[in-house]
């Protein structure tokens, strides 16, 4: 086959441009070094980016020098990154996958490139499929490697290990081998040097079957990713602050879609989310989103480290010196001045400086706007009917320990704005 021919035809169908700039990661094997190469014949700029994690003592300083040498022969640019092996003394995979996509998005920035190309083929696709199978994966694992995931690009992926090892030598091209790659200490090797052989001595139409199943299986996933999203656009509605989504009948008996549906904002439970649908007040986080059950639907935010407020703001505060708020001292109110959740006025007099901005709490009081007697705020914000993902961000400004405002709902009747009022202080909520 022409795999220059093939790479080019490849590159076009993802949309690269031939102006882009190119990553390609080199680990001095003969895949990558391959895919260098040919992306080099077909005269796109690219930067190639090799991670030494000293790992193989000398043989990973050779794998660097073959690179090195490699990109001066051919006057290509090259990033070379050094690891600590200390670092990866436990999920070593794991931690060096993190680390290679680290240093891959630094060089992205740096070279204000489009596209990260790697050098995986047919072979690892199908030894990806059966490692997936036995480790319990659904469609999503089974279809195998993506040829474009969103700036990664796999432009090998349909071609076989033997077919580039053809073209390799035929280009008199030089490569490392990894000795790592014939231990059957990890299972993908185990599964490639004793799995797949023994299914291709099975059936000579073995390995054209697997490929076949291959292609289903992605065009199944990418139709059934498609229902999803159409669902989840429908269903999902989207609010200031939170999402929303009702546990219908449909969603209660099928767990699989719902755990489809929320697969998006992380990994849940979702047998345990179905038992407890009637529990409103439930709340159940992933690393990115908390659920929070509430009347029969699920209440959808995203986690914030910045939930915690504490601002102690003098009588001349600027924006500088708040997040949330902007304050003025004014004689009179403008003419046509509109009173709405996010302002407030306050008789300045009444004040006692510094002034507190900081999150609600239990046992917190006030006296809203209008009212004779004083209400709780966890009590207000029920009546109001705040969902509960935005009662946790709610926010008082208070003086002298006294709430004057319950920030973007309701001011307080004691510090409000009479016809006795020399001196008026508005806040202005930013966001």
Same mark, same amino acid.
């Given at each position: 086959?022409? @795999?220059?021919?093939?790479?080019?035809?490849?590159?076009?169908?993802?949309?690269?441009?031939?102006?882009?700039?190119?990553?390609?990661?080199?680990?001095?094997?003969?895949d990558?070094?391959?895919?260098?190469?040919?992306?080099?014949?077909?005269?796109?700029?690219?930067? +190639?980016?090799?991670?030494?994690?000293?790992?193989?003592?000398?043989?990973?300083?050779?794998?660097?020098? @073959?690179?090195?040498?490699?990109?001066?022969?051919? *006057?290509?640019?090259?990033?070379?990154?050094?690891?600590?092996?200390?670092?990866? *003394?436990?999920?070593?995979?794991?931690?060096?996958?993190?680390?290679?996509?680290?240093?891959?998005?630094?060089?992205?920035?740096?070279?204000?490139?489009?596209?990260? /190309?790697?050098?995986?083929?047919? *072979?690892?696709?199908n030894?990806?499929?059966?490692?997936?199978?036995?480790?319990?994966? +659904?469609?999503?694992?089974?279809k195998?490697?993506?040829?474009?995931?969103d700036?990664?690009?796999?432009?090998?992926l349909?071609?076989?290990?033997?077919q580039?090892?053809?073209k390799?030598?035929?280009?008199?091209?030089?490569?490392?081998?990894?000795?790592?790659?014939?231990?059957?200490?990890y299972?993908?090797?185990?599964?490639r040097?004793?799995?797949?052989?023994?299914?291709?001595?099975?059936?000579?139409?073995?390995?054209?079957?697997?490929?076949n199943?291959?292609?289903?299986?992605?065009?199944?996933?990418?139709?059934?990713?498609?229902?999803?999203?159409?669902?989840?656009?429908k269903?999902?509605?989207?609010f200031?602050g939170y999402?929303?989504?009702?546990?219908?009948e449909? /969603?209660?008996g099928?767990?699989?879609?719902?755990?489809?549906?929320?697969?998006?904002?992380?990994?849940?439970?979702?047998?345990k989310?179905?038992?407890?649908?009637?529990?409103?007040?439930?709340?159940?986080?992933s690393?990115?989103?908390?659920?929070?059950l509430?009347?029969?639907?699920?209440?959808?935010?995203e986690?914030?480290?910045?939930?915690l407020?504490?601002?102690?703001?003098?009588?001349?505060?600027?924006?500088?010196?708040?997040?949330? /708020?902007?304050?003025?001292?004014?004689?009179?109110?403008?003419?046509?001045?509109?009173?709405?959740?996010?302002?407030?006025?306050?008789d300045?007099?009444?004040?006692?400086?510094?002034?507190?901005?900081?999150n609600?709490k239990?046992?917190?009081?006030?006296?809203?706007?209008?009212?004779?007697?004083?209400?709780?705020?966890?009590?207000?914000?029920?009546?109001?009917?705040?969902?509960l993902?935005l009662?946790?961000k709610?926010?008082?400004?208070?003086?002298?320990?006294?709430?004057?405002?319950?920030?973007?709902?309701?001011?307080?009747?004691?510090?409000?704005?009479?016809?006795?009022?020399?001196?008026?202080?508005?806040a202005?909520? @930013?966001?």
């Amino acid at each position: 086959m022409d @795999l220059s021919l093939h790479v080019a035809k490849k590159l076009s169908e993802f949309g690269v441009k031939t102006s882009d700039k190119l990553i390609v990661a080199i680990s001095g094997g003969m895949d990558s070094m391959l895919l260098w190469e040919t992306i080099r014949s077909i005269e796109y700029s690219t930067v +190639g980016v090799h991670i030494n994690y000293n790992l193989r003592g000398e043989e990973s300083n050779k794998d660097e020098s @073959l690179v090195r040498a490699f990109a001066k022969e051919h *006057d290509l640019q090259l990033e070379v990154f050094q690891a600590d092996p200390n670092e990866f *003394d436990s999920n070593l995979q794991e931690k060096a996958r993190a680390f290679r996509y680290h240093k891959i998005e630094e060089v992205k920035q740096a070279h204000n490139a489009k596209w990260l /190309l790697t050098a995986h083929h047919l *072979d690892d696709d199908n030894e990806t499929f059966f490692l997936n199978l036995v480790r319990g994966a +659904g469609i999503q694992g089974l279809k195998g490697i993506s040829e474009k995931r969103d700036y990664v690009l796999r432009p090998f992926l349909g071609v076989s290990k033997a077919q580039l090892k053809e073209k390799a030598i035929e280009l008199d091209l030089k490569w490392r081998e990894d000795d790592s790659n014939q231990t059957d200490k990890y299972l993908r090797n185990k599964i490639r040097h004793t799995i797949l052989p023994k299914i291709k001595e099975l059936d000579s139409r073995a390995e054209m079957g697997l490929q076949n199943s291959m292609r289903i299986l992605k065009a199944q996933n990418d139709a059934f990713s498609f229902l999803v999203n159409e669902y989840r656009e429908k269903y999902i509605k989207v609010f200031a602050g939170y999402k929303s989504l009702q546990l219908t009948e449909e /969603l209660v008996g099928q767990p699989q879609l719902l755990f489809e549906l929320l697969v998006a904002f992380g990994h849940f439970q979702v047998d345990k989310i179905i038992a407890s649908k009637d529990e409103s007040g439930k709340q159940f986080i992933s690393e990115t989103h908390t659920l929070y059950l509430d009347r029969g639907r699920l209440l959808i935010t995203e986690n914030s480290k910045e939930d915690l407020v504490s601002e102690t703001l003098s009588e001349n505060s600027t924006e500088v010196d708040s997040k949330f /708020l902007r304050f003025e001292s004014i004689e009179e109110l403008p003419q046509g001045f509109n009173f709405n959740s996010s302002v407030a006025a306050f008789d300045k007099d009444k004040l006692q400086f510094p002034l507190i901005l900081r999150n609600w709490k239990k046992g917190d009081f006030f006296q809203p706007f209008g009212m004779k007697g004083r209400k709780k705020v966890s009590d207000y914000l029920i009546d109001s009917k705040v969902p509960l993902p935005l009662k946790n961000k709610v926010l008082v400004l208070t003086s002298n320990d006294e709430i004057i405002w319950l920030v973007g709902y309701r001011s307080d009747e004691r510090f409000k704005v009479t016809t006795n009022t020399k001196k008026i202080y508005l806040a202005d909520l @930013l966001k």
